[in-house]
């Protein structure tokens, strides 16, 4: 008699946390490929990245999703309603914690019983950074988020160094229904390339500039031409909110803004595969951040 054969599962998985726990990089760690932006700085991912991961009997469709923060802006209330819709349409949770932050409990609690009170999903933990610890200190983090009972496994992992990633994935697959994979087995995302574009343009920009200058910033691909025989064509608008910090961008005699779009041109060709021609413009939009309208253009809303 022959064996059932395991059946296949695809689904939705929404990567949820504060900002900065290595959510994005835990995303790229999995896929093997860079695709969601990362920096040192908290709230770097604005939207939700959208990353296929495929092997024999599973297809699984992360959401990474931005920081849960209380909102003091506009644009800040968008990506916590870009975070929520993520989470209503998701089959299964990862839940993500730093474990070298002291108030890692109190935030659980506080997820759970605020943004994810109506929801019955099921849900797994990764406690990230575990290599910034020392090893006695695992084991009661693990005991104290296990009483809790929100989650079927806790799993210690490094992001960063790709260390438990294999056992989270391991892990969430049967928390994902019996269904054919919803795309092809080649595809790694659906969002399109001006999307990512604009992504890596405002990844340098938040490594290269301190205190306001990455939040008070956005980027909106204005022009994408593919050309035969040549270079893509690539035109692309930084905003910013006041003319002081569009002088910042630009630098002494324009030194700044080349050393970003040289850094980004070369990011851009690694991610598409081929060569581009980048040309890059700072343009103000005064308080853009509280501008419903500017937002929606921006694809926040």
């Known amino acids: ?31 093997h490929f860079k695709l969601s932006i990362v920096s040192p700085k908290p709230q770097t991912t604005r939207q939700r990245v959208l990353g296929i991961y495929n092997q024999d009997d599973a297809q699984i ?80 983090l693990i005991a104290k988020f296990h009483s809790t009972n929100l989650f079927t496994e806790i799993i210690p992992i490094s992001a960063l160094h790709s260390d438990g990633t294999d056992r989270v994935v391991k892990s969430l697959i049967p928390l994902l229904p019996e269904s054919p994979a919803f795309y092809p087995e080649d595809v790694l995302t659906e969002q399109p390339e001006r999307f990512f574009v604009a992504e890596i343009i405002r990844e340098k920009i938040f490594y290269h500039y301190a205190q306001e200058i990455p939040y008070s910033t956005d980027v909106i691909v204005e022009e994408f031409k593919e050309r035969d025989r040549k270079k893509d064509f690539i035109r692309a608008a930084i905003y910013v909110e006041r003319s002081s910090q569009k002088a910042i961008l630009i ?18 060709e690694e991610f598409l595969g081929r060569k581009v021609f980048l040309e890059l413009w700072v343009k103000v939009k005064e308080k853009w951040r509280e501008d419903r309208r500017t937002l929606k253009d921006l694809g926040y809303m």
Not at 257 to 262: A, D, S
Request: net charge neutral; hydrophobic share 45%; glycine share 6%.
């Open 61 to 140: 469709i992360f959401l990474d999703t931005p920081g849960l923060i209380t909102p003091k802006y506009e644009l800040q209330s968008a990506m916590m309603r870009i975070a929520g819709d993520a989470i209503e349409s998701a089959d299964a949770l990862l839940v993500m914690i730093d474990v070298t932050e002291n108030d890692s409990e109190e935030f659980i609690q506080k997820v759970f019983s605020e943004t994810l009170k109506n929801t019955k999903l099921p849900a797994v933990l990764a406690l990230n950074k575990i290599d910034r610890i020392a090893k006695d200190q695992l084991l009661p």
């Open 251 to 268: 630098g002494s005699k324009g030194a700044a803004l080349k050393q970003i779009g040289e850094e980004a041109r070369l990011a851009i």
């Open 1 to 31: 008699m022959t064996a059932n054969p395991t059946p296949f599962r695809c689904g939705y998985v929404a990567i949820i946390g504060k900002p900065n726990v290595g959510k994005s990089t835990l995303l790229n760690s999995i896929l």
